[in-house]
């Protein structure tokens, strides 16, 4: 392996222990996910709602 290769991968290392804990955080308590299965109707017109925010 190259030095620049070796020292991208532990960089990448050092930055996943940072955000680990945020990501867990965002994905268990933030992220409102729907109750059940969305129709592909109902997928399109909540992604199209986002975009006109």
């Given at each position: 392996m190259t030095l620049a290769l070796i020292?991208?991968?532990a960089w990448y290392s050092r930055i996943g222990?940072?955000?680990w804990f945020w990501e867990l955080w965002q994905f268990f308590l933030?992220?409102?996910r729907p109750k059940g299965p969305l129709t592909v109707?109902?997928?399109w017109e909540r992604g199209a709602q986002r975009e006109e925010r």
């Open positions: 020292t991208a991968l222990r940072r955000v933030v992220l409102h109707r109902e997928f």
